[in-house]
């Protein structure tokens, strides 16, 4: 007989982690009182470590085109529903401009993993938001590359890569992704950003197809020892013209128990409360925020292709102009007892083992 739910939340709190194996018992065993309990801890730590503020990204979403076929994402080269385009490197400039003028310190450049983005173009795009805005940070979220490419786009000026890791599993992995994609490929990437000295992201869908609470306990370990400097976990969401289609969608309450869990791993974490976690529920970012996240990602992107960039059915904010969008989100932020700041959202380095 293993220690009960209540017991593993209460040494998770006093030690910061637990065995592998005590993980999938505490998720199997939460109760509402165990989710408070934690949740009160996370946004502690969160507001010790980073004060009750939530940081800004300006996303800018550059390709849509892919050449990966990812069971779950809308983008797949597959879908031949999806409609494809490539922003130039004036357009993307042009929203890091508008994104400076409302706030924004840091751009998140993502796309699919497009041939087109080649480094000298990324390269370009990076260096010049960098020359034009010196105090902001650039943030790239393209997929698998070569450590070769990784080690140009850091030159060329980039701070940081989010490369979700999706699942610890490796059996899992191959569930969710083509054969010619390996969870030992992934890895290597993250281990080669973070040598390059990028600041790393890693993080998981919750809810995806074939997902096991052991599963999410090996994401928790994998957290835990590769300790990421962001982490984004939101909700899988099924995308009508994808093999998961008939899927259900992760729930908004497991999400927002594990945000709270990596904050109690990973004190210093930038955390999102991401925009497919605000799409399953009508205050999802909201309560990501009072579960300990500390980030949000409005888009940038012109408005012309936010709909083309379709990872999961639904997806908010894709209509609204970038300032109307930020407002709102300003009041939503300080319904969750936090306050939007200007500032790069630097990670704090951790302070303890
Ligand atoms: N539901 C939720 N998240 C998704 N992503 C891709 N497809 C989906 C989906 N259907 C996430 C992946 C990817 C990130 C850019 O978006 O985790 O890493
Ligand atoms: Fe985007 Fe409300 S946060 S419209």
């Known amino acids: 007989m293993g220690a009960s739910a209540e ?18 018992p505490l998720i199997d065993g939460r109760t509402p009182g165990i989710g408070e309990l934690l949740r009160r801890e996370a946004v502690r730590l969160r507001n010790e470590v980073y004060g009750a503020r939530v940081f800004i990204r300006g996303l800018i979403e550059i390709s849509s085109s892919c050449r990966n076929d990812c069971l779950y994402c809308g983008l797949r080269r597959s879908n031949k529903n999806c409609e494809r385009y490539r922003l130039s490197a004036e357009e993307i400039i042009a929203c890091a401009d508008e994104g400076y003028g409302l706030g924004f310190r840091t751009f998140v450049l993502q796309g699919g993993e497009d041939p087109a983005l080649t480094d000298g173009f990324v390269c370009g795009a990076v260096a010049e938001i960098k020359r034009r805005h010196p105090d ?13 490419s990784f080690e140009r786009l ?16 490796a059996a899992h992995y191959a569930r969710l992704h083509p054969p010619e994609m390996s969870f030992d490929n992934r890895l290597r990437c993250l281990k080669d950003l973070r040598e390059i000295g990028f600041a ?16 999410l306990a ?35 309450e497991l999400t927002c128990f594990l945000l709270s869990v990596i904050r109690v791993i990973c004190p210093t974490v930038l ?17 990501g925020i009072e579960h300990g996240a500390n980030v ?58």
């Open 7 to 24: 017991a593993l939340a209460e040494k998770l709190i006093a030690d910061g982690r637990l065995e592998r194996e005590e993980y999938a």
């Open 136 to 148: 902001c940070a650039v943030t790239l979220s393209l997929g698998e590359r070569s450590r070769e």
């Open 154 to 169: 850091r030159a060329a000026g980039a701070d940081r890569y989010l490369l979700r890791h999706e699942t610890a599993d």
């Open 200 to 215: 790393v992201g890693a993080g998981m869908m919750v809810g995806s197809p074939y997902q096991t609470p052991e599963c």
């Open 218 to 252: 090996s994401d928790l370990a994998f957290i835990g020892d590769f300790r990421p400097e962001m982490c984004g976990i939101g909700p899988f969401i099924p995308h009508r013209d994808t093999p998961f289609a008939g899927f259900p969608a992760g729930s908004a």
């Open 271 to 287: 955390l999102p409360a991401t925009t497919a976690l605000g799409t399953i529920h009508p205050r999802g970012r909201e309560l």
């Open 296 to 353: 949000v990602m409005p888009n940038l992107s012109p408005i012309a292709v936010r709909k083309k960039y379709e990872l999961y059915d639904n997806k908010i904010c894709t209509g609204e102009e970038s300032a109307q969008c930020l407002e709102c989100l300003g009041d939503r932020i300080s319904s969750a007892g936090c306050e939007i700041v200007v500032d790069r959202g630097d990670p704090v380095k951790p302070f303890c083992g």
